[in-house]
């Protein structure tokens, strides 16, 4: 049965970016059939669902989580017992991402690759939650950054092998852990701790798969090293610099800034943990992170919406926040939500969802107020609708 959404106002995430206004947007199977201006003109046996009171845009996509992390969970867990409530909270965390309005997202590491079953137990209905694409396990140097969600490697044969690995255990994309954190010791901030070698064994392996590579990278070496093998997308980029950018945009590369990560740190992280002297130092990281997105979004380098949610204090029920974060690090509303829905569709290789047309699925989030006025109306989301289905968000 066809569903007739009339409605008021609709950013579309479109190839011409558009916002549309007084439409009804046809719905069969799940899909968008059609997209028309409202002419009043709706068969009877048609059902008629009246969105005038809100403002629509689609479902969002954020490239960047993890659903197996997490202040008590960063080690892996000794016992059954253990590993089973992990596995829960994970469930648990996907289906408050998916009530965030975020609609499909990447898992870029999971202690265990845990995040590999959890993905096809959403696909198979059995938990609720957004389309997952993952990675599994990161790969990092031996005791590099993040080594509880990784295989650990060193050299470019050891690199081969963890990236086929990975692919073996059911990877949509592959993780590499370039860099060090932004506070971990080293020549340059966010030092590199990959070699050139194992970089480019990595990228060639995965590409030769059909799998993309997002790469953790913080300091101008790891991300220079990464653009010059081909990477898909650099993760955060604290201390991305102007010739980082221009080469992205080259090698038409993705940024998928995290600007919850060092927010979350700056708030949470203070008002918990106030002599941690890393929350201090992650005011400098957010101020820096805020200036990085601005120029890339200014210079025209392609970006992509992530969170890092799951890392400490970085709430998964609170993702949709990242748009208000990148508006205030100076985008704008529209760049902010192309960058939260058509950005991670392209990145994640989605044809279906990212945008509202036809031909994609019925997936979107129905707002209070006008987004692109009052960019915080994505905190608290009215409706989400997938594939024209209401989700009780209770
Ligand atoms: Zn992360």
């Known amino acids: 049965m066809k569903r007739y959404f009339r409605g008021k106002w609709m950013y579309t995430a479109n190839a011409r970016d558009e916002v549309m206004e007084n439409f009804i947007l046809v719905e069969e199977d799940g899909k968008i059939t059609d997209i028309r201006p409202d002419d009043g003109k709706i068969p009877p046996e048609g059902e008629v669902i009246d969105v005038r009171d809100y403002y629509l845009i689609p479902g969002l996509i954020d490239c960047h989580v993890h659903f197996f992390i997490g202040p008590d969970c960063a080690a892996f867990p000794q016992s059954s017992c253990r590993i089973a409530d992990m596995i829960c909270e994970g469930a648990a965390n996907a289906e408050k991402l998916y009530k965030a309005g975020i609609v499909a997202c990447r898992d870029l590491g999971a202690v265990g690759g845990y995040t590999l079953g959890l993905r096809d137990a959403i696909n198979r209905g059995i938990v609720r939650g957004p ?55 080293g020549p340059e901030p966010g030092p590199c701790e990959l070699t050139a070698a194992e970089v480019k064994a990595g990228i060639e392996t995965a590409h030769s798969m059909g799998r993309k590579v997002a790469a953790h990278a913080h300091g101008e070496t790891a991300m220079r090293l990464c653009i010059e093998a081909g990477v898909d997308s650099i993760e ?20 998928v800034p995290t600007l919850c990560a060092p927010y979350y740190a700056v708030t949470e992280g203070i008002r918990r943990e106030p002599d941690n002297p890393d929350h201090k130092k992650s005011q400098e990281i957010l101020e820096r992170h805020r200036q990085v997105l601005k120029r890339c979004s200014e210079k025209g380098v392609k970006i992509a919406m992530g969170t890092d949610a799951g890392c400490p204090f970085n709430p998964y029920e609170k993702a949709a926040h990242e748009i208000v974060l990148m508006v205030r690090a100076g985008l704008s509303p529209q760049a902010a939500l192309k960058a939260a829905t058509a950005g991670g569709a392209e990145l994640m290789g989605l044809d279906d969802l990212g945008a509202l047309e036809t031909g994609r699925r019925a997936t979107f989030i129905c707002l209070k107020e006008n987004p692109f006025e009052q960019i915080e109306t994505v905190d608290q989301i009215a409706k989400l609708y997938a594939d024209g289905q209401s989700v009780c968000l209770d």
């Open 236 to 255: 955060h980029g604290v201390f991305m610099t102007e010739a980082i950018m221009e080469q992205m945009i080259a090698k038409d590369v993705f940024l």
């Open 131 to 185: 389309k997952i694409l993952a990675c599994g396990h990161a790969i990092c140097v031996t005791g590099g950054h993040g080594h509880e969600l990784c295989y650990e490697i060193d050299g470019a044969d050891r690199m081969r092998q963890a990236v086929h690995q990975t692919i073996k255990d059911g990877a949509d994309v592959i993780k590499l852990m370039a860099s060090g954190g932004v506070n971990s010791p």
